[in-house]
């Protein structure tokens, strides 16, 4: 076994991408209100859809990752978030975009699992954790500023 400690930056990576739905969230939830005529309680009830369906994941996977390896759940829940959230972005009816948050949610909460599960067994977790979330805020403030 290499003493070689392993590189965060993938973990990092992992996070942010599976934590950057709750960050926009907000957004997200005044998007569908205003484009897709959902009242603010509507709109909410999506927001909290796509949050249930991430913590079920989360939930499901955090003590299993040491079982399935890494890798192939990462995949999948980045594969996950990219269906999802493009079905739900390029819809255009309710429940499609429902369906999409849902199925994004779950990616996100997948990816976070993984990378929760990753960054726990680092040697200094508290410093990979911080900059998972300072790259998650830069990533979140760079769409707020280039993304009308």
Same mark, same amino acid.
């Given at each position: 076994?290499?003493?070689? %400690?392993?590189?965060?930056? %993938? ?14 969230? %907000? ?120 993304? %009308?």
């Amino acid at each position: 076994m290499s003493s070689r %400690p392993r590189a965060a930056w %993938p973990l990092v990576a992992v996070f942010t991408a599976g934590y950057l739905a709750a960050y926009l969230l %907000p957004t997200i939830v005044g998007r569908l209100s205003v484009y897709l005529g959902l009242s603010t309680a509507q709109a909410g009830l999506v927001g909290s859809a796509l949050l249930l369906s991430s913590a079920s994941a989360g939930f499901s996977l955090a003590g299993r990752v040491e079982t399935y390896g890494p890798c192939r759940p990462a995949r999948v829940g980045l594969i996950l978030c990219v269906v999802g959230y493009g079905c739900a972005a390029l819809a255009g009816t309710v429940p499609l975009v429902v369906a999409g948050a849902m199925v994004g949610g779950f990616g996100s909460g997948t990816a976070t699992a993984v990378a929760a599960a990753g960054i726990a067994a680092q040697s200094d977790p508290h410093r990979t954790s911080s900059l998972g979330l300072l790259s998650v805020s830069a990533t979140a403030g760079a769409l707020y500023l280039t993304v %009308p």
